[in-house]
């Protein structure tokens, strides 16, 4: 793929993540949350600060599993 697609699909999903990352939760019930923690190997230099995504997922009595969060930090 070209640079120009790359950054045009980019610009997409971003859009589509920020209306996600904003959607309104107060109306769903979850019976269990998964919260979990993934390190990133890519372009580490100190262990000290190493990258991480945070994830939230939940499971509704139907047993449907829905992603509710995704946030990066370091630790």
């Given amino acids: 793929m070209s640079a120009t697609t790359i950054c ?3 610009q997409t999903w971003q859009n589509d993540y920020e209306v996600w990352r904003e959607q309104y939760l107060s109306k769903k ?3 269990y949350l998964w919260i979990d923690g993934i ?3 890519a372009r580490q230099t100190r262990l000290e600060s190493r990258q991480y995504l945070l994830i939230m997922i939940g499971a509704d009595e139907f047993g449907n ?3 509710i969060s995704v946030t ?3 630790s």
């Fill in 65 to 67: 599993k829905e992603l």
């Fill in 29 to 31: 019930i979850y019976i």
């Fill in 8 to 10: 045009r699909l980019k």
């Fill in 39 to 41: 390190y990133l190997q």
């Fill in 72 to 74: 990066d930090g370091v």
